[in-house]
Structure formats: C-alpha cells, structure tokens
T-cell receptor, first 115, second 113 residues
Framework: GAVVSQHPSRVICKSGTSVKIECRSL??????MFWYRQFPKQSLMLMAT?????????EQGVEKDKFLINHASLTLSTLTVTSAHPEDSSFYIC???????????FGPGTRLLVL | AQSVTQPDIHITVSEGASLELRCNYS??????LFWYVQSPGQGLQLLLK??????LVQGIKGFEAEFKRSQSSFNLRKPSVHWSDAAEYFC???????????FGTGTQLKVEL
C-alpha cells in the first residue's frame, strides 16, 4: 500500500515551453501533497504544499506563477513548470500523505531537462 | 526553527561490516523522525519512522534506529551491510499531522566488496 506514482519519469523540452508533471496516489486518498526539487548530489528542497481543493502554499523564494500547482482531486496533484528555462532543469519529486497518515510517501521522481 | 544535521556526507564500509549513520535534529516539540533511502535517479523509500513509544525502532531491509532525546539524535544502524545498501540516506524531522518535513543533507553510502 501507499504507492505514489509520477508521470512522466523524464522529459526533455525546449526553452520557453511549459511542462506538466503529474503525481498520483494509487491506493489511498492524499489530502496533502508536497512538491520537492532536488539538484544533483543535494538534499530535497520543498517547493510547495498542496491540499486538495485549496491553493498551494509555496515556500519562500519559489515563484508561484512559475510553478503552478493544482490539487484538484484526492489522488492527483500536478506541477506545471511554465516557460521553462535551462535553470529549471532538475529532479522533481512529489510526496503524499492521507488524512490520518503521519508518513509522507514519495513518488519515483521526474527528471526535467530544458534545452 | 527545525533543522536536521547529517554530519557525514560520505561513508564507505566493507560488505558485511556494521553501519551507523548519524542524524541530529533541532526541534521545539516532540519530533516525528524518519529515515529515507534514495537510489540514483529514484524517489525516496521509507526505511523507518519514530513517533512515540519504544525508542528503538525496526525498519525494512534490516535497518534500525534509536531515538535519544537527551542527545537529539536518531542514528540509523545496520549490523551487516550488503552491497545493495549503497545509496543516499536522508534523515527527516517534522511535526506530524501531515505537515512538511525538514530533511538533512544526506549521507552517501558506498559499500566495498
């Protein structure tokens, strides 16, 4: 149980385009989902927290108009990187936990490369 | 503010040797503590967690961790390391209740055959 999936696993796009990453909880309802960014050989940096049906809470320094987060259902959150640039290239990981769940379960990550 | 320190950036052990990865935290209340493992290019897998009760917790893959409040530590141990344990290990702390976690910088484990 407690499986989280991400799609796509890797994506290459041209500079200026937008990319959408999906995060799904497969066997539980995720009231809260988190989006992280990880640079090579570094720890995870929390970007935002999203709760189903409400606006995401962004961490300081994260541009909410750049990284659009939607949590429209209890099993799906999406992160859209708008007008992507090479500096947005990174590994994006989502996590989720249920209403009574104290543990965050992580997705496998999405490797984004912006050319 | 909460913080997590993993003092060892890299650790190398021989296969079959014992392992201890250090984690120290700073937190104002009773913490919820986690250890996660990440293989290259993968997401994070939960190894174990501590919320309350017995301070020695058992996890998957033969790992265990001990919560020591007096030392603000939650060190991860394994009595005999296998080559497949080579990965990045992250310690994390949070308030529980589905709130955000604070991660340490990670410890890269290399296993020599």
């Amino acid at each position: 149980g407690a499986v989280v999936s991400q799609h796509p696993s890797r994506v290459i796009c041209k500079s200026g385009t937008s990319v959408k990453i999906e995060c799904r909880s497969l066997d539980f309802q995720a009231t809260t989902m988190f989006w992280y960014r990880q640079f090579p050989k570094q720890s995870l940096m929390l970007m935002a927290t999203s709760n189903e049906g409400s606006k995401a809470t962004y961490e300081q320094g994260v541009e909410k108009d750049k990284f659009l987060i939607n949590h429209a259902s209890l099993t799906l959150s999406t992160l859209t990187v708008t007008s992507a640039h090479p500096e947005d290239s990174s590994f994006y990981i989502c996590s989720a936990n249920g209403a009574t769940e104290e543990t965050q379960y992580f997705g496998p990550g999405t490797r984004l490369l912006v050319l | 503010a909460q913080s997590v320190t993993q003092p060892d950036i890299h650790i190398t052990v021989s296969e079959g040797a014992s392992l201890e990865l250090r984690c120290n935290y700073s937190y104002g209340a009773t913490p919820y503590l986690f250890w996660y493992v990440q293989s290259p290019g993968q997401g994070l897998q939960l190894l174990l967690k501590y919320f309350s009760g017995d301070t020695l917790v058992q996890g998957i893959k033969g790992f265990e961790a001990e919560f020591k409040r007096s030392q603000s530590s939650f060190n991860l141990r394994k009595p005999s390391v296998h080559w497949s344990d080579a990965a990045e290990y992250f310690c994390a702390v949070g308030p529980g209740g589905g709130n955000k976690l604070t991660f340490g910088t990670g410890t890269q484990l290399k296993v020599e055959l």
